[in-house]
């Protein structure tokens, strides 16, 4: 699972995809040319790059923090909770801690981060000291934050005037400022985690030490590496990642927690698929993280122009993934 | 309010189905050595298939058949990407499972034009089996009356899975294959053949489960209705130990924990609060097998 594919089965597994997609949307009335046409111009046509771009950023904060943990072996697959409990923690704060504006948002920002990285080392906690595996208790652990969330903003912190389930509008001062038409600021914070990922993990010893794990986990304690300590911390920056990027969407974009709005967009798992793709390697990831944006941003104008539903673009992606586990599976029998 | 009320109790029996079903399905996998984390995605497929089944040919058992057959084919990407193609048992699983949410939500809005939810009076749902003569006992009439007929077959099917691994040379070879696939190789099993009958098999009963979802206490598919119970049946395995009968109580846990929330509901809790009493139940029953095996 941690190594890295080669490039070239990851483009004969797109190639895979896209005609096994091809094969779904004509056998269910469409035309798979015209689809997969409408995708490409929806998505890197001049006027829509920049919406490409938009989805990216929270796509590629939910990628990176699932690679992190990858990198070393290690599976979060509760990047919805860590997403949601940040999201409504960046809501919270303006509101409820009197901070002046800039300040607040910094807050905000932090508080999510920390928030949603302790949640999520929960899970890593849960491994080391009960023996609880993390595949499945992060995803467990997602439901109660999305319930508990959903429920605050349903009741007693709803904003009484609309009639949805979102707390109230955060002030102007602690919002992150435009950048642009469509992007703000959280893209430069985005940008700034993936530099720094892709610095650790070439350049630190930190990162070193989680690769080594992903390589063979019991050589890494025999090297002097605490594993326990290493999982805990690993899946805090993983958590707090994810909290980061929902801060970056409520503060940039919606200005409110509204239930279900972090969920809806699947960051979460086309952020996994994007890091599996390309084996928790972070540049890979961050590239596979785009090409994914690509396809969601395009699913729009092909569910506009062609009637073809856009969740067409998910089973794209998962049939990426499938691919390439069967191939990757292969190289592996063939150079045992 | 009395704890195990009539409605309690039935809801329960009602709630436990679909995650036995798939559990079993996991302690078959697991005995045979493969990590089998596609339950949830096998189990929407069989949901999806189950109401569509139902719904273009006017029966249920058109929507039995469809449900099992669906969980089959998905499973059928596990059983031979995990044996014959040697990938790596949980990104297919992650993969599978995703590729179950994208595929049922596509093909509800191709083939049914519509999103969220579909609802329609020409889907047959299984009819519940009323059990006459227990009217005098209030607790056994409302577990055991007007349950469909996978809440009954999957019960048989725990006698017949704990019977079947532990009493006969099938389930032997079976449990060779998790514990010693090189020696079962070496005895002549064919290993690779085996897992894959293992998984499909899993694959139906996970189909079969989704049914249950569909089809039992309602008849309408929701996307991604199984809402996590795949992942639910995947710990009563592990805390189960890969035993059906272990398994099996587990799943009683789960549903009537399932159930307790929807009676705090009917007291006038939140459901969003009362929804995640299955999951905190499961992580607490997992911290607390781990406890109780070390000391």
Redesign the interface.
Known sequence: ?SLPPRVPSVVLAVGFAVVAGAV?VAA???DPLAAYWQIAVGALAPDNLPNTLNWAVPLTGMALAVAIPLRGGM?N?GGDGQLVLGGLVAALVPLYLPLPGVLSMFAAILAAALVAGLYAALAAW?EVR????M???S???S??AM??A??LS??PLRDRSSGLPQTVMIPPDARLPPLGDVLNVGAFAILVIAIAVVVFDRRSVVGYELRLRGLNPRFARYGGIALGRQAVATMFASGGIAGLTGATIVLGAQFRFTDGALVTPNYT?SG??AA?LAGGEPVGTIGAALFFAALQTGGFAMQRETAV?R?????L???V??FL??R???R??AAP | MSVLSPFLVHSAVQAITPILLAALAGVLCGQAGVFNIALEGEMLVGAFAGVAGSYLAGSAVAGVAAGALAGAALALILAYGSTVLRGDAIVIGIGINLLASGLTAYLLRQMFGVSGTFDSPAIVGLAPIAIGGLAGVPLLAAALSRQSVLTWFAWALVVLVAVGLFRTPFGLRLRGLGEQPDAAATLGVDVQAWRVGAVLAGGVLAGLAGVQLSLGAVSVFSEDMSAGRGWIAVVAVMLGRNNPLGAAAACVLFGFADAFGLRLQGQGLPNQLTDIAPYVVTLAALILSHRRRQA
């Open positions: 699972m779904l269910s009335g469409g599976v697959l849960g009960h023996g609880v595996p595949l499945i208790s995803l467990l652990l439901y109660p319930g508990l959903s429920y349903g009741f798992w996994l698929m599996l539903p969740v067409l673009t998910m089973v992606q998962a049939l993934i499938l586990a069967a990757h599976g292969l592996r029998r």
